[in-house]
């Protein structure tokens, strides 16, 4: 199988090929997951929540996206790679956006950069795109305007609020974005923009009409346990497993069974 590029991506589209898209922030998880057959690693902002242990996402710095996306790009081989432009690293200014996106792509190894939000945002999507740089959109619930949103909750349930999404969907494509990410809409409001954009739509508590679905590793396996949104579902309980091997560990060195004549240099 060859490498996925944007173009891959919207071919899959044409064919009615599902995209899967997953979380991954070092060497080790980008191997596995490129290993398995993932489409696309997003080295997310989440993870200021899921590795760091911060609230949200508002103090991810470009330092330590970059330093995580350097890790993934080790581990993967085949899967495209998506570096996550944290809060203020691309609103300022479009030139702004165009230097630090530039450093996900020159510093980092990734192939294309994410940034949250819509109409606001065009002019820094346009300088990017217009300057070879890959840019995926990100609307609905996008947790870097958390704090104006009042907390991590589902967007577009008016008409009003979905005509906006809808909007800047089409705006985004116009733009040049080469997917969108619908975070947090209802399914119909999902499905119609999938119907009406060329470009793949990459779903995450969107229903199943998007041409793709990304979620956060940690929440796929039962690592992350702070909170379990609905539209989770855990394929693995990992974090109980490792809890339990380390017990196993603690206990068997205390009562000295660890390490056994097969672990000894003689
Ligand atoms: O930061 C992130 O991981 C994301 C995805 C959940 C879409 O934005």
């Known amino acids: 199988m060859g490498k996925t590029t944007t173009a891959t991506l919207l071919e899959m ?7 899967t898209v997953l979380t991954a922030y070092d060497w080790a998880t980008a191997k596995l997951l490129d290993e398995a057959g993932v489409d696309v690693l997003l080295v997310g902002d989440s993870l200021g929540m899921v590795m760091l242990g911060l609230e949200n996402t508002l103090s991810v710095t470009m330092e330590d996206m970059l330093h995580h996306c350097r890790a993934v790009a080790r581990g993967a081989q085949r899967a495209m790679l998506v570096g996550d432009m944290p809060f203020m690293s691309y609103q300022v200014s479009p030139e702004q956006a165009l230097v630090n996106a530039g450093r996900f792509l020159q510093e980092a ?6 940034v949250e939000g819509g ?5 820094a999507v346009r300088k990017m795109t217009q300057n070879g740089i890959p840019v995926l959109g990100h609307v609905g619930l996008t947790p870097q305007h958390v704090h104006q949103l009042g907390g991590f909750k589902v967007q577009g349930r008016t008409d009003a609020a979905a005509q906006r999404i809808q909007e800047d969907a089409v705006a985004l494509e116009e733009a040049g974005a080469f997917g969108l990410v619908l975070e947090c809409v209802p399914a119909p409001l999902a499905r119609t923009i999938s119907d009406q954009l060329a470009i793949p739509t990459i779903g995450i508590g969107a229903g199943p009409d998007c041409d793709g679905q990304v979620l956060v590793f940690h929440d796929v396996v039962g690592l992350y346990d702070r909170f379990t949104p609905k539209f989770v579902k855990k394929y ?4 109980t497993v490792m809890r339990d091997a380390v017990r196993e560990y603690v206990q068997e060195v205390k009562a000295g069974t660890f390490p056994g004549e097969e672990h000894v240099f003689k």
């Open 109 to 114: 190894g990734m192939h294309a950069v994410k």
């Open 236 to 239: 693995a309980q990992v974090g």
């Open 119 to 123: 109409r606001e945002i065009l002019p």
């Open 13 to 19: 589209k044409r064919q009615g090929e599902k995209i």
